[in-house]
């Protein structure tokens, strides 16, 4: 095995290396064993990667034995063994081939989709205007308005900002990843007989509360499309799976269930809606401490596209400040630090260490995108080091926020668009500025399944 802390009986390197996920302390474990380190949580075996060059050759050279996901998650019980996220297999492969298709028909990556983000980019801007420069707590117009993007492509339909159902279903997969501890959702994937006992050690029952709110939501939407469904119009994601699922009905090992629809929409929704809204945040806060970033953001995008005109899609690279900006701010919100853990389906010899079939592997991102080798001062924000002499963005292979490999993030052409489109217009119209000139503003993080700010406010001045 890769080196690692001491190991003692049933608690593994509990003791020896501690539950902080903090980036100081994977950076003092690097440094003491190296790229490649191991962790033991009981008899399971962690094995923990880090850096650019290790990480890629494991999972891009060792694709075939380290794509699956653990076979014990918290995620795969609540799904009931279904959905994209947490699968494996031919089930995994199946399910993220057609959410890949059928997304690109409704538009990934592609400019049909860039007019509905455009929708919700205008709504969101109404939302902010109606609170008339006065201080307010950024997520909630965010969360909705990212929601809003994925219900659009998946239900077919939006809501309004203050509509109780998604409000109440937001709010809990707010507090679901605020919640999410990995080591202790490692241990619970070790030890999974823990959740029988009293008490909710490892957060099981709690998530186990939380999906059933998020499960009624998302099938009430099944039910309104099962009752409208028309095979020659189709609408939207529901009705593109349901439509999979009738060409699939005389094949006895299809994997297009109802139990599949409801969990990979449920997988699209949070996936989608969190992550995104977890982003701008950052972005705000860091645009707000930094005003000079704003002035010049707003200089380049008045030359480009006006005080008036519509951001679009075509005039990214006719904005390359912003972008190393938008690049800068992703890099040091990296709100993955982890990506999500994978499993070692196979034996692997590896830089002559085995890597033991059933082994976890973490993919810390965080050493990636604060690589002070790479990014020199990696706390500090400066979108420049991203700005070649001839004023290009550059230095994008170190930047690996999506992860990598057959894995890499599902949603990265849609989150791309809507960072890009959502930044400029705020830019582009507001002043965006501290709750007060007094006001202190907070870096702190919250590491659950995303790492996100701690909640602050902000004022949105209008330019006129
Ligand atoms: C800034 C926004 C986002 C970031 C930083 C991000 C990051 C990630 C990362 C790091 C992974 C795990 C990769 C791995 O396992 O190695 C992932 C997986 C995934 N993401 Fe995203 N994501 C974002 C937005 C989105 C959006 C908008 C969607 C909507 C469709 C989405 C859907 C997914 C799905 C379905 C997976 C699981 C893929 C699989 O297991 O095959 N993500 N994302």
Not at 138 to 146: G, Q, R
Not at 184 to 211: A, N
Not at 405 to 426: N, P, Y
């Amino acid at each position: 095995l890769p080196p690692g802390p001491l190991c003692l009986p049933f608690v593994g390197t509990l003791l020896s290396a501690g539950l902080s996920q903090h980036p100081t302390d994977i950076a003092k474990l690097r440094k003491k064993y190296g790229d490649v380190y191991t962790l033991m949580f009981g008899s399971k075996v962690i094995i923990m990667v880090t850096g650019s060059e290790a990480m890629r050759e494991i999972i891009i050279k060792h694709a075939d034995s380290v794509t699956d996901r653990p076979p014990v998650s918290q995620m795969l019980q609540l799904n009931n063994g279904c959905g994209i996220i947490a699968t494996s297999g031919e089930l995994w492969k199946q399910q993220r081939s057609f959410a890949l298709k059928t997304l690109r028909s409704f538009g990934f990556g592609k400019r049909c989709l860039e007019h509905q983000i455009l929708q919700e980019v205008e709504i969101f801007m109404g939302e902010i205007t109606k609170r008339g420069g006065e201080p307010f707590y950024a997520k909630e117009v965010l969360s909705p308005a990212f929601a809003n993007i994925i219900c659009s492509i998946v239900f077919g339909k939006r809501f309004e900002y203050n509509d109780e159902r998604l409000n109440i279903v937001l709010r809990v997969i707010n507090l679901d990843f605020a919640k999410i501890n990995i080591v202790l959702r490692m241990i619970g994937m070790t030890l999974p007989w823990l959740r029988h006992l009293p008490g909710d050690i490892t957060g099981f029952k709690q998530r186990m509360r939380y999906e059933t709110e998020i499960k009624f939501f998302i099938n009430s939407e099944i039910q309104r499309h099962k009752d409208s469904f028309d095979e020659n119009e189709i609408r939207d994601y529901i009705d593109a799976f349901m439509l999979e699922q009738i060409r699939e009905k005389n094949n006895a090992n299809s994997t297009f269930s109802d139990q599949q629809l409801l969990a990979s929409v449920r997988d699209l929704f949070i996936a989608g809606s969190e992550t995104t809204a977890t982003t701008i945040s950052w972005a705000l806060l860091y645009l707000m401490a930094n005003p000079s970033v704003q002035n010049r953001m707003r200089k380049e995008i008045d030359d480009v596209i006006g005080k008036t005109g519509k951001p679009s899609l075509e005039h990214k690279s006719k904005l390359p400040y912003c972008e190393v900006v938008i690049t800068e701010v992703q890099r040091l919100g990296n709100i993955a630090p982890f990506a999500v853990p994978h499993h070692v389906s196979d034996d692997v010899i590896w830089r002559d260490f085995l890597i033991p079939k059933g082994a976890s592997l973490m993919l810390n991102l965080d050493s990636v995108l604060m690589d002070p080798i790479t990014f020199p001062s990696p706390e500090k924000f400066d979108p420049e080091r991203f700005l070649n002499e001839e004023g290009k963005c550059v230095g994008q292979n170190s930047f690996i926020p999506f992860g990598l490999g057959r894995r890499v993030c599902l949603g990265e052409s849609l989150a791309r668009m809507e960072l890009f489109l959502f930044i400029i217009s705020l830019v582009q119209n507001f002043e965006i500025l501290k709750e007060n000139d007094q006001s202190e503003l907070s870096f702190e993080e919250i590491r659950g399944g995303t790492r996100s700010p701690v909640p602050f406010k902000v004022r949105f001045k209008p330019r006129n």
